[in-house]
């Protein structure tokens, strides 16, 4: 998984952007079984490894 880390300018708007979508976030998430949205997050890592490895397959 790709980790970002902020520099200090960044730190601010960043925390501005999260607490501006918090709300949607909310919306959309809510109600949903953290079990369900963890496995969707496994799904979405399986489907990006095997998006990321494709270059690589093509020049083989």
């Known amino acids: 998984m790709l980790r970002v880390d902020d520099t200090e300018a960044g730190r ?3 925390a501005a952007v999260g607490a501006e979508s918090a709300p949607v976030t ?4 809510g109600g949903t079984p953290a079990e369900e949205l963890a496995a ?13 490895a494709e270059p690589a397959a093509l020049t083989a």
């Open 12 to 14: 601010e708007p960043t």
């Open 26 to 29: 909310a919306r959309v998430r």
């Open 40 to 52: 969707a997050g496994r799904a979405l890592a399986l489907v990006t490894e095997r998006a990321d």
